[in-house]
């Protein structure tokens, strides 16, 4: 009869990634052209929220802009703050499961526009999540000894390491 042992242990359970796109504006006085667009300070968690994965986070942009026909320049910073719910693959018979959230593709600027006297821009990110949890895995335990090499003392085959044939070069010229 086969003896089976259960082991604890913590394992991904479930994994995936999204990316994520938004559109933001920002009001400005008499914009001329956008030079430059910056996303930092890229901050986020995640929590369970009932079937689902709830990611909280923001992050800072910061658009270099010429105004009054191209004769000056300025710097706008905004914060953007999000939310997003990720439907995870269901997993039964899960305990103490923990949420990573992994930051794939930092928030990048992909689009900016000036319409109407406002700097529209447009952002994408990809969030990588995974659900670990602990888990039991049934093994079959062996209740045979494995057999033991005999180890003998002054027995190592290194020894010819050591010895050169000086004939070997004349042998194959």
């Known amino acids: ?11 991904v359970i ?16 008499n914009p001329s ?15 369970k929220s009932g079937k689902d994965i709830s990611i909280d986070g923001s992050y800072d942009v910061n658009i270099w802009y010429s105004y009054d026909n191209d004769t000056k320049t300025n710097v ?3 914060t953007n703050e999000y939310h997003e719910i990720v439907h995870m693959r269901e997993v039964d018979d899960v305990l103490n499961e923990e949420i990573i959230v992994r930051s794939l593709k930092q928030p990048n600027c992909v689009k900016v526009d000036i319409e109407n006297g406002k700097i529209v821009y447009s952002i994408e ?9 602990d888990v039991k895995v049934k093994v079959e335990a062996s209740e045979d000894e494995d057999n033991w090499d005999e180890i003998v003392e002054g027995n190592d085959d290194n020894n010819d390491i050591d010895k050169v044939d000086e004939e070997f070069i004349e042998d194959t010229i």
């Open 33 to 47: 052209t956008v030079l430059g667009c910056w996303v930092i300070n890229h901050n986020f968690k995640g929590s």
């Open 76 to 78: 706008v910073k905004q």
């Open 14 to 29: 479930s994994k995936g990634k999204k990316l994520f796109k938004s559109n933001h504006e920002i009001e400005v006085d």
């Open 125 to 133: 990110k990809e969030l990588g999540i995974e659900l670990v949890g």
């Open 1 to 11: 009869m086969a003896n089976y042992k259960e082991i604890v242990t913590k394992a």
